[in-house]
């Protein structure tokens, strides 16, 4: 967090699963709060990283994700969560910045769709959303896309097309 310039550590959290890790942080001159997740450090998070079979998504009946991102993703995203609501009580936030690379891209899309679809939602409501994910890899299925999708769109119908803004960098010919 001390490589964001003027910014204030909310909270870090390590996840109960293969110890994945990361922090919240406030940026006071962009009213950011940033959620960063790290990429894969570790032999026992790259097991997870080919644990690829896709498990059912609570996102819809015929939603799936990948197994192993779910199983990293669910073992962090209480304390994510807790960071994020300890981050907007104590700060004025207008923008809510997730961010990671390659592992920890595909846990800010998960994040990122909790916040537009689940119950966590109310909690960004009323601030943009950004995602800048560098070489994440597919999270899930076309049908979980498809979800994504309409939820970014229902969401920038409401509050105009700066409520959801995804920045990815991706390497030539890795997939759509």
Not at 103 to 112: I, N, Q, R, V, Y
Request: with cysteine; hydrophobic share 45%; charged share 25%.
């Amino acid at each position: 967090y001390d490589a964001l310039p003027g910014a204030k550590l909310v909270t870090k959290f390590l996840g109960k699963v293969a110890a994945l890790h990361g922090f919240v942080a406030y940026r006071h001159k962009t009213k950011q709060l940033v959620v960063a997740f790290s990429g894969t450090a570790t032999v026992h998070q790259a097991l997870y990283d080919m644990h690829f079979r896709k498990r059912r998504h609570p996102a819809g009946r015929s939603c799936a994700v990948h197994a192993g991102f779910w199983k990293l993703y669910k073992g962090m995203s209480q304390a994510v969560m807790e960071g994020v609501r300890k981050g907007l009580e104590e700060n004025e936030v207008r923008e809510l910045v997730l961010t990671g690379h390659s592992l920890g891209g595909a846990m800010s899309f998960l994040t990122a769709l909790d916040l537009l679809v689940s119950e966590d939602s109310k909690l960004v409501a009323a601030i943009d959303l950004t995602i800048m994910a560098f070489g994440a890899p597919r999270v899930g299925n076309t049908a979980l896309a498809r979800v994504w999708r309409d939820a970014v769109r229902g969401r920038r119908e409401k509050r105009g097309e700066h409520a959801v803004r995804e920045y990815l960098v991706k390497a030539y010919n890795d997939g759509n």
